[in-house]
């Protein structure tokens, strides 16, 4: 921040660099001022600075701020293309808003505007809202318009499965396997974490294994690659994995990062962190907790 304080004359690029720094490390609440002091500067956002600030909204489901992104963009009229649209989508279905997302990609595949990024968005925010039918629809759709699907398009779909009961219905992790390995592109640890969660759903176990190298490779002092190892080696009954899994992390001296929520009140981001009691509201919040167990059970 104070390297790009000392910038004499701030570009778009300027801006968009530190504002892609903040969204990358959670500072929502300096990203909103930075954009309105971006707008103050008349410096005029291009689509990578609301890309960012939509990715931000989305993170951490804060629909407001991702509306306010929206209305902006349509008081400037400015177009959405792929990247913008497909922005759009993933904050709305993110943020459990299903029909806008809908109604959005409605709009931008009217304008003969499909890719697969777009279409994967829409699958994914059917995924997150448990509508596995229309996300199979959706994807039969997407075939039907000669568009190749990617390996994260089989994860959103497997994870619309998953989450709608359909386990098995949809076996296509072989081919979402051959895809990441095909891919021109060097496959990153977002893609692998995203594949070795579906064989965990799917509960296959060699794939995971198959994920869990490449991603141990790319990052060997991953914790959430072990801990999700063990995880799916727990369920499968192979407690001898378990152990290598849990040995390793300790021979690597690598500690689980405790869970972490974030969550939009009235405007303001909110972070809550397990077994933190740094919320002033933390006494009122657990035992919130505790009487909701006694009286559900969970």
Known sequence: MAFFNEIPDKDVISWNTLIKCCARFHWHAELFKLF???QSS?????NLTLV???????SVGALNHGTWVHVYIQKNHIELDNMLGTALITMNGKCGEIEKAYELFSKITEKNVKNVFVFTAMIAAYAMDGQAWKAIDLFLRMEE????????????LLSACSHGGLKGRVGKLEEAAKLINSMPIEPDVSMWSAFMRACGSHQNVDLAEHAFKHLTEIDPLIDAAYVLLSNIYAKAGRWDGVSRARKKLHELGIQKQPGCSLIELNGTVHEFRAGDFLNPQ???????????ELLFGS
């Open 36 to 38: 309105q002091d971006m």
């Open 42 to 46: 008349n410096v005029k956002p291009d």
């Open 52 to 58: 960012s600030l939509l990715s931000a909204c989305a």
């Open 145 to 156: 318009t000669a568009i190749e699907p990617d390996c994260i398009t089989f994860v959103a």
């Open 282 to 292: 933390s006494v009122e919040i657990y035992s919130m907790l505790v009487l909701q």
